[in-house]
């Protein structure tokens, strides 16, 4: 986690860190992470955002695991967000990795 502070002293938070297909935090820091049911994972942060922060996730992992595979953010807040990793028919545990960004408290 980092708070970085713009030309007028206004603070911008980023988080970021890696998610292993059983929902434990593979690495990086600011956040605890947990596995809701298949394929779905909530990320909470440890300082909540001020507002409403931008999370990017990717897919992470072996090609012929995961070349077919998505992840969808579902809801975002400034204490978490959810997503969704996927095959195109169905919810399946991958792991990922993501950044999420914004204004800091």
């Known amino acids: 986690m ?4 713009d ?9 970021y860190g890696g998610v ?3 929902g434990s935090k593979w690495f990086g820091e600011g956040f605890e992470s947990q596995k809701i049911k298949e394929g779905t994972y909530i990320i909470k942060f ?3 955002f001020d507002g409403i922060p931008a999370p990017v996730c990717t897919i992470t992992g072996n090609e012929w695991k995961t070349f077919n595979m998505s992840v969808a953010i579902v ?3 400034p204490e978490y ?3 969704i990793t996927s095959s195109p ?3 399946i545990d991958c792991a990922f990795t993501f ?3 914004g204004d800091a408290k």
């Open 46 to 48: 440890e300082c909540p």
């Open 89 to 91: 028919d169905r919810p």
């Open 2 to 5: 980092a708070i970085f502070k």
């Open 75 to 77: 809801e975002v807040n």
């Open 20 to 22: 292993g297909p059983d």
């Open 99 to 101: 950044i999420a960004f």
């Open 81 to 83: 967000f959810i997503c």
């Open 7 to 15: 030309d007028h002293e206004h603070g911008h938070q980023h988080i």
